[in-house]
């Protein structure tokens, strides 16, 4: 995931170089500008706990560096949720229209909540 979430980061980093990027219109600009920061704000959150883990290492407190993962990644996936779904907003609306960015953006949060918040529930309540 922290691959992931880097070259994405990465990825959106180098959009404003491209040509076609003077032709985005005020709400794609922004829209854009906030998946920039949102994406920094997922990798910082990604990485952490390796900062944690480095910093604490060998102090005898595992069970506080294996909790402090645990609630980073959760809010990590969270933010990657909303990068994700900008993501598919920002380039649905650049390639087909507005409607169909709004549409396939909340369409790829609902499935990510699905698969990510409620699957894990329904797996934990059987068990």
């Known amino acids: 995931m922290q691959t992931g979430v880097q070259i994405?980061?990465?990825?959106?980093?180098?959009?404003?170089f491209q040509s076609r990027f003077a032709d985005l219109d005020h709400y794609q600009?922004?829209?854009?500008?906030?998946l920039v920061v949102t994406a920094v704000i997922a990798t910082a959150l990604i990485v952490a706990p390796v900062s944690v883990h480095r910093s604490l290492f060998r102090q005898q407190m595992k069970r506080v560096i294996?909790?402090?993962a645990d609630r980073l990644a959760r809010v990590a996936l969270g933010v990657l949720a909303l990068v994700m779904t900008g993501a598919t907003l920002l380039v649905f609306d650049v390639v087909v229209g507005r409607t169909e960015g709004i549409v396939a953006?909340?369409?790829?949060?609902?499935?990510?909540a699905l698969v990510w918040v409620v699957l894990p529930e329904v797996l934990r309540r059987r068990k």
């Open 8 to 16: 994405l980061t990465g990825f959106l980093l180098t959009l404003p």
């Open 105 to 112: 953006g909340a369409t790829v949060l609902v499935v990510l």
């Open 29 to 34: 600009r922004t829209v854009y500008l906030v």
């Open 66 to 68: 294996v909790t402090q």
